[in-house]
């Protein structure tokens, strides 16, 4: 009994450096930022109790809606085309094929290049006079297709949703490469004495059993789609008229560039609110489909 309870002391000792750090920037701005959402204020006269004022004026702001649908475009892109393009390429690099390492290394490479980096690289593909794209079009006869593809409302969000597969895609590799390595060689065996090769078997057998992966990429999908900020602030700092604007960018447009850091406060509180709702449905599909 008391070996128990050194060993719980000890466990909570040990998690509480980390328990601090986590209660330090994550728990306290949260706090603060439910707090200066009550207020009108500009960060350097007074502050003004104004209560849920802020919140009415953003649920009645077109802009804002605006945001939140390219916010779900966001979120649609990651779940139709990292998620997808990730566990494809994953499929591929778990066979035994020759060059799978420099092809993990390669697609991984826009993971860990920085944001600013990814968006200097797309600004240059897009560019108008001199990118890669609108030059390749122009080299194959098509002039025809080319276009302003960032300053174009029509294409600018699609070109955005390139630019962040591209930029994630690799993540999501990795983790389904993990999990692909973690099925027993037993499984994939049986598999084939029974028969089943190629599609069949991916869709019966080896999804199934990293079906838990999956839903783990989809929520972290979901999380980030609500964090992306400087791939778009860079390329085109939500323009054309707020047509790639997302609601970090509305949030930090209010904030730092407004002043009104009390409504920035507000946007933020229901970034994290959307984000929870969405994670939590999420979550509960797929309890029930484990059910």
Do not use: C
């Amino acid at each position: 009994m008391h070996t128990l309870k050194r060993t719980k002391w000890a466990i909570f000792f040990g998690l509480l450096p980390s328990l601090i750090i986590y209660i330090g920037i994550a728990v306290v701005p949260i706090g603060l930022s439910m707090y200066y959402s009550l207020f009108n204020w500009d960060g350097i006269t007074d502050k003004v109790f104004i209560g849920f004022d802020n919140f009415t004026k953003i649920f009645g702001d077109d802009i804002f809606w605006l945001s939140v649908k390219n916010n779900v475009i966001i979120m649609l892109t990651g779940l139709v085309g990292q998620i997808p393009l990730g566990l494809a390429i994953a499929l591929l690099l778990n066979r035994s094929l020759k060059g799978a390492g420099f092809f993990r290394t390669v697609s991984f490479l826009p993971v860990v290049i920085s944001s600013v980096m990814v968006s200097l690289i797309w600004g240059m593909i897009y560019n108008t006079e001199y990118g890669f794209l609108n030059g390749f079009l122009g080299l194959i006869g098509l002039e025809s297709w080319q276009r302003n593809w960032l300053g174009d409302p029509s294409w600018s969000m699609i070109s955005i949703s390139v630019a962040y597969i591209w930029q994630n895609f690799g993540l999501y590799m990795i983790i389904f490469l993990a999990a692909l390595q973690s099925i027993p060689g037993e499984v994939n065996e049986a598999a084939e004495l029974d028969g089943s090769t190629g599609l069949h078997r991916v869709f019966t057998i080896t999804i199934p059993m990293i079906r838990a992966t999956i839903l783990v990429a989809v929520v972290y999908s979901i999380s980030n789609s609500f964090r992306v900020f400087d791939l778009i602030q860079i390329l085109t700092g939500g323009g054309p008229a707020h047509q790639t604007e997302v609601m970090t960018v509305y949030m930090y447009n209010a904030a730092f560039i407004s002043r009104q850091f009390g409504f920035g406060s507000a946007v933020s509180i229901l970034i994290l609110l959307f984000s929870l709702i969405i994670v939590s449905l999420v979550n509960k599909f797929g309890r029930e489909k484990d059910a």
